[in-house]
T-cell receptor
Framework: GAVVSQHPSRVICKSGTSVKIECRSL??????MFWYRQFPKQSLMLMAT?????????EQGVEKDKFLINHASLTLSTLTVTSAHPEDSSFYICSAGRVEAFFGQGTRLTVV | AQSVTQLGSHVSVSEGALVLLRCNYSSSVPPYLFWYVQYPNQGLQLLLK??????LVKGINGFEAEFKKSETSFHLTKPSAHMSDAAEYFC??????????????FGTGTRLQVFP
């Protein structure tokens, strides 16, 4: 099946710094990718839809200036958490695919 | 708008027992439905999907689910639980009617525990 690779799998950063998370589709082209956030023992909440060559579409309540999304190629989308704070600590997961979504391994972000 | 409800945040079964995880959906159009499994600190793995073909869908690891339109349900079952089935399970519905057909709306998840 199709593979979506997410990097890094874990990251610890200091409060106030920025963190970039990459999501790559390894064996297919993805004009659209999705970014989810998952709090401990909770479900996945869609944050935004990443569109290749155009602006991302953010879900209600998600700060676009806080969570910068760039989809510069058909195989790569990046999520940058800017000026991270401890409340941004979470598990972030990306997905790509048509009809069937393939998920990355997730990134555990801890802001200290 | 589409939505998914998973009844029971925790389900516990004995090894070898039947597994039944419940999922009900709400959709204004015929939905695409999915079951995913998540192991700790990992992404999601697709177990099975319904995309308007056969109503009884067989997936990986011995799981299957039946789409019942009259009950708006898509319950996940496995005849005999294995210790390795212990994980978090998510039911999801796809926004089929729009361009972003792979935009998923997830249920709240059900944690399956399997006891020896």
């Amino acid at each position: 099946g199709a593979v979506v690779s997410q990097h890094p799998s874990r990251v610890i950063c200091k409060s106030g710094t920025s963190v970039k998370i990459e999501c790559r589709s390894l064996d297919f082209q993805a004009t659209t990718m999705f970014w989810y956030r998952q709090f401990p023992k909770q479900s996945l909440m869609l944050m935004a839809t990443s569109n290749e060559g155009s602006k991302a579409t953010y879900e209600q309540g998600v700060e676009k200036d806080k969570f910068l999304i760039n989809h510069a190629s058909l195989t790569l989308s990046t999520l940058t958490v800017t000026s991270a704070h401890p409340e941004d600590s979470s598990f972030y997961i990306c997905s790509a695919g048509r009809v069937e979504a393939f998920f990355g391994q997730g990134t555990r972000l801890t802001v200290v | 708008a589409q939505s998914v409800t998973q009844l029971g945040s925790h389900v516990s079964v004995s090894e070898g027992a039947l597994v039944l995880l419940r999922c009900n959906y709400s959709s204004s159009v015929p939905p695409y439905l999915f079951w995913y499994v998540q192991y700790p600190n990992q992404g999601l793995q697709l177990l099975l999907k319904y995309t308007s073909a056969a109503t009884l869908v067989k997936g990986i690891n011995g799981f299957e689910a039946e789409f019942k339109k009259s009950e708006t349900s898509f319950h996940l079952t496995k005849p005999s639980a294995h210790m390795s089935d212990a994980a978090e399970y998510f039911c999801a519905v796809s926004d089929r009617g729009s361009y972003n057909t792979d935009k998923l709306i997830f249920g709240t998840g059900t944690r399956l525990q399997v006891f020896p």
